[in-house]
């Protein structure tokens, strides 16, 4: 029956559609990484707020929970203009969004959220040239997306190789045809940077909800050597005979 089982699974229309399907890579998120979210925010200003906002994003919060000096936080990513309790908004506007790329950048706030760290993670490292596209560029993992290849002069340009499998299904590869300012390392970790940044962004509170786990953790054992003093207090005068 078994056998059976596994045979009938070997050919089932499942089976081909998840061997098409892209596997993807798993982003290094550590969100307690206060250096690699202030990379991530950095990158952030600078390749992706142009066109993305983070609009329950306050940039307070990066002195608060990424570690970093409010007069940076100002002179860096407010160069001077707006208030450290604003929120990341972006300077595109929707009608332009959509009249420049045919549909508007979406906030980022909750991607991560959404989507999952390991899929913006992929997504990110996934662009390859497209001639037939309007931004000269394709996604793997989001076919036909509207997004140039922004990271494109830190990653470099890949083109896809398509590679047929011993059942005739097709997998796809991405080959580096020409070299960014980044090698393969460096730029996995700026966009693990990044991603860990967005994954921070998407819930803030899982830092706090963490560190209350640990009062609520020591509150428990006290709760418990409180407990069990107790218990010995109620049957102390009891016979043990009768136990
Ligand atoms: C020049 C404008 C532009 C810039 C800069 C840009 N993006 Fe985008 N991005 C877009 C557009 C347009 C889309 C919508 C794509 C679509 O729906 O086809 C998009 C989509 C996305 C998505 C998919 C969202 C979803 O859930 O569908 C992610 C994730 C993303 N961008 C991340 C980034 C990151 C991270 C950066 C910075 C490295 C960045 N983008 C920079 C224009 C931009």
């Not at 596994?6 to 550590?30: G, I, K, T």
Request: proline share 4%.
């Amino acid at each position: 029956m078994n056998k059976l089982f596994f045979f009938l699974l070997c050919f089932s229309p499942l089976w081909a559609v998840a061997s098409e399907s892209l596997s993807l890579d798993s982003a290094p998120v550590d969100v307690y990484d206060q250096p690699s979210l202030q990379r991530g925010a950095r990158l952030y200003a600078e390749y992706c707020q142009g066109c993305h906002s983070l609009k329950y994003m306050r940039y307070s919060r990066l002195v608060r929970d990424a570690g970093m000096d409010e007069a940076a936080v100002l002179k860096d990513f407010l160069h001077g203009e707006g208030a450290i309790g604003d929120v990341m908004t972006t300077g595109l506007t929707k009608e332009n969004g959509v009249s420049w790329f045919g549909v508007a950048p979406p906030d980022l706030s909750l991607t991560v959220r959404a989507r999952g760290a390991d899929w913006v993670y992929t997504y990110l490292r996934s662009f390859y040239l497209d001639p037939s596209k309007p931004t000269g560029v394709n996604n793997l993992l989001f076919k036909d997306v509207a997004m140039p290849n922004v990271l494109g002069e830190l990653q470099g340009q890949q083109e896809r190789v398509v590679e047929e499998g011993w059942n005739g299904h097709k997998s796809y590869k991405l080959s580096l045809v020409q070299p960014g300012r980044m090698d393969a390392e460096q730029f996995d970790q700026a966009v693990g940077d990044l991603t860990n940044y967005l994954a921070y962004v998407a819930e803030p509170a899982q830092l706090e909800r963490s560190s209350l786990g640990k009062w609520v953790l020591f509150y428990l054992v006290i709760l418990m050597v409180v407990l069990y003093k107790l218990k010995k207090e109620y049957w102390r005068d009891v016979d043990a005979d009768i136990l």
